[in-house]
């Protein structure tokens, strides 16, 4: 049979298996001992992957809060050209006015006069039977 000094292969030895279990203490997490352990070893991919998903999760959220910002910015600005456009053609149509026209030119000097006859339809017709 064995001596005393030969090792029994069957059994695990308790404090190998108490050490690779034990609690983390504040020291491990320092000393980075904690980070080398199996079990944390084995789940290293998915804490990658987490991680990852973390930081997409925080670029989309940046992303959509820049587009909401320029979309708001956006609709400002078309409010104010919508009012902008309203008052153009607002004082266009005033300007067009006939009797306004009559004062800009006065204004002005242009030598325009107003007619006191009223136009008259040229027939195109007509003016070639007289030839």
Do not use: C, W
Request: glycine residues 4%; hydrophobic residues 35%; proline residues 2%.
């Amino acid at each position: 049979m064995a001596g005393k000094g030969s090792k029994n292969i069957e059994f695990v030895d308790q404090n190998q298996e108490r050490k690779d279990y034990r609690k983390a203490r504040f020291k491990d997490v320092l000393d980075g001992s904690l980070l080398t352990r199996d079990n944390v070893v084995s789940q290293l991919p998915f804490v990658l992957f987490l991680t990852f998903l973390l930081v997409i999760y925080i670029g989309n959220r940046y992303h959509a809060e820049r587009v909401i910002r320029q979309s708001l910015k956006l609709q400002t600005e078309l409010k104010e050209l919508r009012a902008s456009s309203i008052s153009t053609a607002s004082e266009l149509e005033y300007l067009s006015n006939q009797s306004q026209v009559a004062r800009l030119v006065e204004q002005r000097n242009i030598g325009l006069k107003y007619s006191d006859r009223p136009p008259i339809k040229i027939d195109s017709n007509r003016s070639r039977k007289k030839r």
